[in-house]
């Protein structure tokens, strides 16, 4: 793999990781998040081009707003970094190869860019707001449906009887949510989106990544009982699930 497709992907990924900072930021607060312009939280000054560029911007204004000189948070750093070596690490691991462009395998790598990112999204504001963000999840699941679709009448692949079952259980899932009060809702989100996950990657990958992440919520949970540092199942099963992918990826293309 050529190394300049290597640094891309790194470049790609940090700009994709200063989006999902301004997704997980503004989609708790229902703004829009393609249009309106980006802005600083604190003096709300509209940002310039220059503010914007990914790692670099924040080193070269040293972590603060060029404008009200109000430190930006280190997070949005270690977003962009994080979100970076993640699609770096996926492309390797997919193989990505732009010599011998095969059009299905490029659409599958955007599609896999989408979900990746989609949980990165859902994985920040459950960090923040202990809440699996239903609007991204059902944006995700639209996604899913355009995928099937495309398989259908570009590959001709039929319609498995199992995906149509999952979108019906998530149907009811839906319904179910009309009874429940705010509290209770949680882990109805939370199926929901282990539905979204093994219309992706299959019913193995999802449920390795359930076990995975059981196992860490009671260690991690019990570990930080007396402090309030309670960490949330949407956040976790997030990116148990990416780092599971990238490692399929990388088990089925370079070690089997
Ligand atoms: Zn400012």
Same mark, same amino acid.
């Given at each position: ?17 200063? &989006?999902?900072?301004?997704?997980i930021?503004r ?5 829009d998040?393609?249009?309106?312009? /980006? ?14 560029i990914?790692?670099?911007s ?15 948070? !280190?997070?949005?750093l270690?977003?962009? $970094? ?14 990505? *190869?732009?010599i011998n ?31 699996i ?38 149907f ?8 429940? *009060? ?11 989106? &282990? ?7 299959g019913v193995? $990958? /999802? ?29 976790? &099963?997030?990116i !148990? ?8 990826? &990388?088990l ?5």
């Amino acid at each position: 793999m050529l190394i300049y497709i290597i640094f891309l992907s790194f470049i790609i990924g940090s700009l994709l990781g200063s &989006f999902c900072t301004l997704a997980i930021h503004r989609i708790p607060l229902k703004q829009d998040i393609l249009y309106k312009h /980006s802005y600083c939280p604190n003096c709300n000054h509209k940002l310039n081009f220059i503010d914007l560029i990914p790692i670099f911007s924040y080193i070269f204004l040293r972590g603060k707003c060029r404008y009200c000189k109000k430190k930006i948070k !280190i997070k949005y750093l270690v977003i962009e $970094v994080l979100f970076g070596i993640c699609f770096m690490l996926f492309s390797v691991a997919y193989k990505l *190869d732009i010599i011998n462009v095969n059009i299905h395998n490029i659409i599958f790598y955007f599609y896999s860019i989408i979900y990746i990112t989609i949980l990165f999204i859902i994985a920040g504001i459950d960090k923040e707001k202990k809440d699996i963000n239903l609007r991204v999840v059902f944006f995700g699941f639209i996604c899913e449906l355009i995928y099937i679709i495309y398989l259908c009448i570009y590959k001709n692949t039929i319609i498995y009887l199992y995906e149509i079952l999952y979108f019906i259980l998530s149907f009811i899932m839906i319904i179910i949510l009309f009874g429940l *009060d705010k509290k209770d809702s949680y882990i109805i989100h939370f199926i929901l989106l &282990f539905i979204f996950s093994i219309l992706y990657c299959g019913v193995s $990958v /999802s449920c390795i990544s359930l076990i995975c992440t059981y196992i860490i919520y009671f260690i991690y949970n019990k570990l930080n009982k007396k402090n309030s540092k309670q960490v949330s199942l949407g956040f976790l &099963f997030s990116i !148990i699930n990416i780092i599971l992918i990238i490692c399929y990826y &990388f088990l089925i293309n370079f070690i089997i």
